[in-house]
């Protein structure tokens, strides 16, 4: 008879890991492995998020406006196949459906956008009474199921009709307004405000690069004026929230850093990491948090520096209750005896990565993150959320209606492993948000990438749960990664 072992343990470690648990060798081998369980703190928020733009459609229904999506998307060569937003998910009127979805998998939180647009058709009052009563709906549906809404005021659908777009300063405060009639009109119930959603993707990618709306390409200049328009917007829109809503309500922001982690874990790497975090996300985070521009950054950008207005940057530092942190990925960055005292690690051809190539496989760095983000700014952040954590797949709807998305199942694991390390070491991260409940409209990639957890055929709008969602349910249930 051949005596089953444990995996793995050669016979000098077994032998030490019985006597640690009090076993025999005999009992230890043959003894059935626990799992290892990392529990998050009591009232810890498992969430998830989505987009307006991306999930709801209804797109010129009840007086809401035109976003800068809408055009840009049906502007061919825009978008992947031709695909938009005007259908999606269809969330608009299945609103209950998916309220039902996260009463299903027992999540305590809903982070969702609401669209400028369906509020301010012009960006500007007048108000559209019907679209802000979607909202009312949606709100009160999640309270009724125990869901708390975490409300961002703007995911990139800017309205149409505003001139200029943010290169015009006068959008930062037409947001200032909107984000305080919507703080006014659903602060009783809500108690959790992000500002705007990731900075770059919508100053950078639209104004940039391009590949975004409005599919601008400005120059260095007219692109750090962009940036500072928003982040001014953001900063504005602290204060309008503040004022309208009822004392006691949080304020925050769902920012996507540059993150980085350590080649090794030694004292001259971890402050490397540092150096490269305020360094490389100068534009948008260190100014927020500090009150300033980095002067690097000033003396980098010279000429092409923002045009800073007296009382900007008090608006834009304006005091924060939260830090929302979107995770993705992040790069490894090691210390050099250069001036910057930083060099970020080239990415070999053979590091792995997620069905989206851009997503590289670099879990710690949600720990590290949250980790840079504390130890730089400690008397800044009171607490911190995970707003966005989640990866694409292949995913494949099996003939007997299963999806078995092992591999994202693998990336949310790895990370909140990761991120169990920052709550295990005392920094305050409150709540994770996973990106995203459900399959919808991925910007310029359109529908050909799915996020979901949730599988969704968009002609039939079936909702299928993946092999994620069954993970995730049980991972809330637990309150631990397992």
């Avoid at 290892?36 to 797109?59: D, S």
């Avoid at 503040?242 to 925050?252: D, E, L, M, N, S």
């Amino acid at each position: 008879m051949r005596l089953i072992t444990r995996r793995g343990f050669g016979k000098a470690a077994a032998a030490t890991a019985a006597v640690c648990s009090g076993m025999t060798l005999p009992e230890f081998l043959l003894a059935e492995p626990k799992p290892v369980r990392l529990a998050f703190p009591k009232g810890f928020v498992w969430g998830c998020a989505t987009a307006a733009y991306q999930v709801e459609g209804g797109v010129a229904e009840d007086g809401r406006g035109a976003s800068i999506w809408d055009t840009f998307s049906h502007q061919p060569g825009n978008i992947n196949h031709g695909d938009n937003g005007d259908v999606t998910d269809d969330s608009y009127h299945r609103w209950k459906e998916d309220v039902a979805l996260l009463k299903g998998l027992g999540t305590k939180g809903y982070r969702f956008s609401v669209a400028w647009p369906r509020i301010f058709p012009t960006g500007k009052a007048p108000l559209n009474p019907k679209g802000l009563e979607y909202y009312d709906r949606l709100v009160d549906e999640l309270l009724k199921n125990g869901i708390a809404p975490y409300v961002t005021m703007f995911h990139w659908d800017l309205p149409e009709a505003l001139p200029g777009g943010w290169q015009s300063r006068d959008t930062a405060y037409a947001f200032a307004d909107y984000a305080g009639f919507v703080a006014k009109r659903l602060g009783d119930r809500v108690q959790h405000f992000m500002t705007t959603n990731e900075f770059d993707s919508f100053t950078d990618d639209g104004y940039k690069s391009g590949v975004s709306a409005p599919g601008l390409k400005l120059d260095a200049a007219g692109v750090n004026q962009v940036r500072h328009h928003a982040i001014l917007a953001h900063g504005l829109g602290v204060q309008a929230i503040r004022a309208h809503a009822p004392a006691g309500t949080k304020v925050g922001l769902a920012e996507d850093p540059k993150l980085y982690c350590p080649v090794m874990e030694t004292p001259e790497h971890i402050e490397a990491v540092r150096k490269a975090f305020r360094d490389n996300n100068a534009p948008f985070l260190a100014p927020i948090l500090d009150g300033k521009y980095p002067d690097s950054y000033l003396a980098r950008e010279g000429a092409n520096a923002p045009k800073v207005a007296e009382g900007d940057m008090k608006a834009i530092s304006s005091p924060l209750d939260f830090i929302g942190m979107n995770c993705y990925h992040g790069d490894y960055v090691r210390a050099d005896d250069s001036k910057q005292g930083y060099a970020i690690e080239p990415v070999p051809t053979s590091h792995p990565h997620m069905a989206s190539t851009w997503i590289r496989l670099s879990p710690e760095c949600i720990y590290w993150g949250v980790r840079t983000i504390c130890e730089l700014w400690p008397e800044k952040v009171p607490l911190m959320y995970i707003t966005e954590n989640g990866t694409s797949s292949d995913d494949v709807l099996t003939a007997d209606g299963r999806v078995e998305d092992v591999d994202r199942v693998m990336y949310l694991r790895a990370h909140l492993t990761q991120l169990h390390r920052a709550a295990e070491e005392g920094y305050p991260v409150k709540g994770y948000f996973l990106w995203s409940l459900m399959d919808n409209f991925e910007w310029s990639d359109g529908f050909s990438t799915r996020f979901g957890i949730y599988y969704v055929d968009f002609k039939s709008q079936k909702r299928t749960p993946k092999l994620s969602a069954e993970w995730y349910r049980a991972t809330i249930a637990a309150n631990a990664v397992e």
